[in-house]
């Protein structure tokens, strides 16, 4: 559940109240999907990744992997001599599929927050 600044995650101990803007990424493992944030320590909720996709739609997320949600604005840099890696604030690596480079070019390409400084970009 979300509303337009945050998103309200369920724990077995607690209801968190979580900053979009500040979740840095999610990792998935089975049935349960970490978020990751800029100021807090890590939360973990029973909930699979593909539904916190949908939670985050329109925020700027990117799912550049199987097991990972990220927030495209809080993207530094992607290191293509490490299999297209990104890297986020806090130096947090990120893996990106050989499916996912295209799409994510695209995106970093075409969005208007993207083009600034953008003029050739090769995978």
Do not use: W
């Amino acid at each position: 559940m979300t509303d337009r600044n945050r998103i309200i995650l369920h724990t077995s101990e607690s209801i968190h109240f979580i900053d979009i803007r500040n979740i840095l990424y999610c990792r998935s493992t089975n049935s349960y999907t970490t978020f990751y944030t800029s100021d807090n320590e890590p939360v973990v909720v029973s909930k699979n990744l593909k539904d916190c996709e949908i939670d985050l739609a329109g925020h700027g997320f990117f799912r550049p992997h199987q097991s990972y949600l990220v927030n495209l604005a809080h993207l530094q840099r992607i290191d293509k001599t490490k299999g297209f890696q990104l890297i986020l604030t806090g130096n947090n690596l990120i893996p990106t599929s050989t499916r996912r480079k295209k799409e994510l070019l695209h995106i970093l390409l075409n969005e208007s927050r993207f083009q600034t400084g953008i003029q050739h970009f090769q995978v």
